[in-house]
């Protein structure tokens, strides 16, 4: 971790490492992590902590998401991810995002009834591209999609976290600067 020779491979042996005030925390350009960055560590007025990016390409992703890559025909046009899957993190109606062909990223439309504490899903009313729903009692996700997901987007994202980025909420972190990460 202390060379661009000798990588850490997780966010996690970050997220276990005490920082110093002026420490910087790089992530290699064009790489994605699919952890929770925890930080809990603060610099200074002085001497900020840094989370940036190091080499050339892409800015680093820390994506709070899973990508779904294995799909079944469950009915007609809707599918069944394959890919295990927790409870997709949502916050509003559109959260699961479709990587367009032609890179443009799409929203989802979620269908989803709730009942208390649990989603249930009727796949029979999906009917339009990108729709999808979430079933509790299977841990089953649904989406429509008039073709394979797999052959008609280039990737489906399902938010699995709170998010890619937190603070520690039993301390105060300050001084923090993140730069060049996506």
Known sequence: GQSMSTPWQTIDKVNQTAFMA??????????????????????SPSAYLLFGAYGVGDKPRILGSARVSEWDRYSGNVWLAETALQRPHVKHLVSIFFGEQDGNISWGQTLNVKTDEESRCNA????????????????????YSSTPPSSAYRFIEVPQRHGPVTMNSHNVQEYIMIDGLE
């Open 22 to 43: 002026g420490d910087r925390v790089l992530f290699k350009r064009g790489d994605t992590w699919r952890e929770t960055l925890v930080i809990t560590s603060s610099g």
């Open 124 to 143: 029979s009313q999906l009917t339009q591209e990108r729709d999808w729903c979430w079933d509790d009692p299977s841990s089953s996700l649904y989406v």
